[in-house]
């Protein structure tokens, strides 16, 4: 077990780049065989999501495109509330079959106030690939289709994910060090 700092937590070794790389090879598997002829368009959330996309695209073996977007929050009207908005979504998704990879789902909210907006454009089916899942956390209403691990609820840093803007550069996933069990 290593440990290291990032910004001003320690953090431990949780999942290796070997194994993270394998569950990924799975998914790509999957995903070739269930988007066979279908040219799918996959959707990477950023910043976090980038590490995973690149591997996982490179994994994919069938016609798929692929763009980034960012999700950007604010505060709406008082009628609207909390708003979230896609930037750099720009390609036409209507009747597309059309895949999110997110880095993880932890409460679900930024993906349960997302989604509408992709279905709003009819996409031909719509699905969700995640790298990472918090069951324990998550309190709003997702379906995940595809998902390389579920973890406990514990914050993690690596591989693309990161603590206060550092630790993304980290290859394998490391968990916030919680104290020594008794
Ligand atoms: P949610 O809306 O599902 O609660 O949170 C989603 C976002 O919170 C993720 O896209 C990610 O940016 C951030 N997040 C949630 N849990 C973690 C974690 O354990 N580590 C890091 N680095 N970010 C997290």
């Known amino acids: 077990m290593s440990v290291i700092t990032v910004h001003d937590k ?25 988007y066979a002829g279908k040219k799918p368009l996959f959707i990477a959330i950023l910043n976090g999501s980038f590490m995973f996309a690149s591997d996982l695209f490179k994994e994919l073996h069938i016609d798929a495109e692929i763009c980034f977007i960012k999700l950007a929050s604010y505060k709406g009207t008082k009628s609207t509330g909390h ?21 993880i789902i932890d409460t679900g909210k930024t993906m349960n106030e997302f989604l509408p907006q992709i279905r709003n454009q009819q996409p031909a089916s719509l699905k969700i690939a ?12 997702i379906q995940i289709d595809y998902c390389c691990f579920s973890i406990p609820n514990k914050f993690v840093v690596g591989y693309g994910l990161d603590y206060d803007g550092l630790g993304r550069n980290i290859r394998e996933l490391y968990q916030l060090e919680t104290g020594p069990s008794v």
């Open 130 to 141: 995640v790298l990472l899942h918090k069951p324990d956390a998550t309190v709003f209403p």
């Open 83 to 103: 708003v979230i908005t896609a930037i750099g979504l720009d390609t036409d998704i209507t009747d597309r079959h059309v895949v999110i990879l997110e880095d």
């Open 10 to 34: 320690s953090f431990v070794s949780y999942l290796p780049e070997s194994l993270i790389l394998e569950k990924i090879k799975a998914l790509a598997d999957e995903l070739n065989r269930d």
